[in-house]
């Protein structure tokens, strides 16, 4: 699936089984939880956190499906095409970057 088909996908469903999206605000502050979600398990499973009783059946791909889900939601909202953004951002780092990293000797 393109991205442009996953933000068509999500729309598709919004309007239809999931009635409206909630307000920019309001999918923001979802999206910084599925985030922490993300976190919590990247601590726990890479990190040097130990896991919780509360943590059994975390699944990293899921939780990263959520952060992207919401992510959709919002460039919807506020009429973002994300393969273009995508694509400018890349040539802005390819130009930025094309001699940084590998010039950082702590990459070395």
Same mark, same amino acid.
């Given at each position: 699936?393109?991205?442009?088909?996953?933000?068509?996908?999500?729309?598709?469903?919004?309007?239809?089984?999931?009635?409206?999206?909630?307000?920019?605000?309001?999918?923001?502050?979802?999206?910084?939880?599925?985030?922490?979600?993300?976190?919590?398990?990247?601590?726990?499973?890479?990190?040097?956190? $130990?896991?919780?009783? $509360?943590?059994?059946?975390?699944?990293?791909?899921?939780?990263?499906?959520?952060?992207?889900?919401?992510?959709?939601?919002?460039?919807?909202?506020?009429?973002?095409?994300?393969?273009?953004?995508?694509?400018?951002?890349?040539?802005?780092?390819?130009?930025?970057? $094309?001699?940084?990293?590998?010039?950082?000797?702590?990459?070395?």
């Amino acid at each position: 699936m393109t991205i442009k088909e996953a933000q068509k996908l999500v729309d598709d469903w919004i309007n239809t089984t999931g009635v409206r999206y909630f307000n920019e605000l309001t999918n923001m502050a979802i999206l910084t939880e599925e985030v922490g979600e993300v976190a919590r398990i990247m601590a726990r499973k890479y990190g040097e956190q $130990s896991f919780k009783n $509360s943590d059994e059946g975390v699944d990293l791909a899921d939780e990263m499906a959520d952060v992207l889900w919401v992510l959709i939601c919002l460039a919807n909202q506020t009429g973002v095409d994300l393969t273009d953004a995508l694509k400018k951002n890349l040539e802005k780092k390819n130009i930025r970057d $094309s001699e940084r990293h590998r010039k950082n000797k702590k990459l070395q």
